[in-house]
């Protein structure tokens, strides 16, 4: 949280440790997405052969209230832990938390032969997201509008409609 209500950030912006101690904040958060990086990378080098970084789309999540000035940062940051600009989103941590929930497998359907599946939400299904921390809470809620397939995979795609509602309606549904 030492990012959010920064105006300005430069690369000399400094984070103080527990200890007392100050490094740039750049080098923290670039050698940290390294490190994920590297790990993630080497990792999936002895499982799968053939995924190579270059494969790879980051992607990193940032908290939706941070100013541009901060995710600029992260992303200066994530180039200097080796993840190009051509291979990085920058999202917010609510849509990506509800992309996530949305391709949940919570919805039980028994078949004609009896067999059990569990599918993603379904059509006019709504949810809710509290993301709470950090200082903060935000929370959404997202109805599944309708089934869509993207032309990049074969992964079933759902188009989302947002709507914030009051805490009223939510109790009252």
Same mark, same amino acid.
């Given at each position: 949280?030492? @990012?959010?209500?920064?105006?300005?950030?430069?690369?000399?912006?400094?984070?103080?440790?527990?200890?007392?101690?100050?490094?740039?904040?750049?080098?923290?958060?670039?050698?940290?997405?390294?490190?994920?990086?590297?790990?993630?990378?080497?990792?999936?080098?002895?499982?799968?052969?053939?995924?190579?970084?270059?494969? /790879?789309?980051?992607?990193?999540?940032?908290?939706?209230?941070?100013?541009?000035?901060?995710?600029?940062?992260?992303?200066?940051?994530?180039?200097?832990?080796?993840?190009?600009?051509? $291979?990085?989103? @920058?999202?917010?941590?609510?849509?990506?938390?509800?992309?996530?929930?949305?391709?949940?497998?919570?919805? $039980? #359907?028994?078949?004609?032969?009896? $067999?059990? #599946?569990?599918?993603?939400?379904?059509?006019?299904?709504?949810?809710?997201?509290?993301?709470?921390?950090?200082? #903060? /809470?935000?929370?959404?809620?997202?109805?599944?509008?309708?089934?869509?397939?993207?032309?990049?995979? #074969?992964?079933?795609?759902?188009?989302?409609?947002?709507?914030?509602?009051?805490?009223?309606?939510?109790?009252?549904?």
């Amino acid at each position: 949280m030492q @990012l959010y209500g920064k105006e300005e950030l430069s690369k000399d912006f400094m984070l103080e440790g527990e200890n007392g101690l100050q490094m740039p904040a750049i080098k923290v958060f670039a050698e940290s997405i390294k490190f994920l990086r590297t790990h993630f990378e080497d990792h999936i080098k002895n499982k799968v052969d053939a995924i190579k970084p270059r494969d /790879v789309e980051w992607v990193l999540t940032v908290p939706a209230i941070w100013p541009d000035p901060a995710k600029k940062f992260m992303k200066e940051a994530a180039n200097a832990g080796g993840i190009p600009n051509s $291979r990085l989103i @920058l999202a917010l941590e609510p849509e990506a938390a509800s992309i996530y929930c949305k391709n949940l497998p919570v919805d $039980r #359907t028994l078949s004609s032969g009896g $067999r059990s #599946t569990l599918d993603a939400f379904a059509p006019g299904t709504q949810y809710l997201i509290l993301d709470a921390g950090g200082g #903060t /809470v935000d929370i959404t809620v997202q109805e599944i509008k309708t089934m869509a397939t993207s032309n990049r995979s #074969t992964w079933p795609m759902v188009e989302i409609g947002a709507e914030l509602k009051s805490m009223k309606h939510l109790t009252n549904s």
